[in-house]
């Protein structure tokens, strides 16, 4: 059974850094794509970054570009989400998510989630 487990969550000040981890594990293949969601209440959840587990160039929601990067270390199972320059519209349950075949930016293609950890930057 596939586990992904979010870590890192907090909050910051405007301005600030967090670095989320996903330690991912049960998988019978390896997933094609990792990436990363957020979700506030009242809106649909929104895919923030996606990485192609063969080491293709990432994948970036323009409101995040320049700002947070994915990365991954598949020896360790573990993909990352560094955020930088953190906004308040930052805020929000962060998901770490797997998917196998197709391409990352296809955002509802997504099968395997994890619980979420949530992210607050205050102003």
């Known amino acids: 059974q596939v586990q992904l487990v979010e870590s890192g969550g907090g909050t910051v000040q405007a301005g600030g850094s967090l670095r989320l981890s996903c330690a991912a594990s049960g998988y019978t293949y390896s997933p094609t794509c990792m990436g990363w969601f957020r979700q506030v209440p009242g809106k649909e959840r929104e895919g923030v970054a996606a990485?192609?587990?063969?080491?293709?160039?990432?994948i970036y929601a323009d409101s995040v570009k320049g700002r947070f990067t994915i990365s991954q270390d598949n020896a360790k199972n573990m993909v990352y989400l560094q955020m930088n320059s953190m906004k308040p519209e930052d805020t929000g349950m962060y998901y770490c998510?797997?998917?196998?075949?197709?391409?990352?930016?296809?955002?509802?293609?997504?099968?395997?989630w994890g619980q979420g950890t949530q992210v607050t930057v205050s102003s």
């Open positions: 990485i192609y587990t063969d080491g293709s160039s990432p």
């Open positions: 998510a797997a998917r196998s075949g197709g391409w990352c930016d296809y955002w509802p293609g997504y099968d395997f």
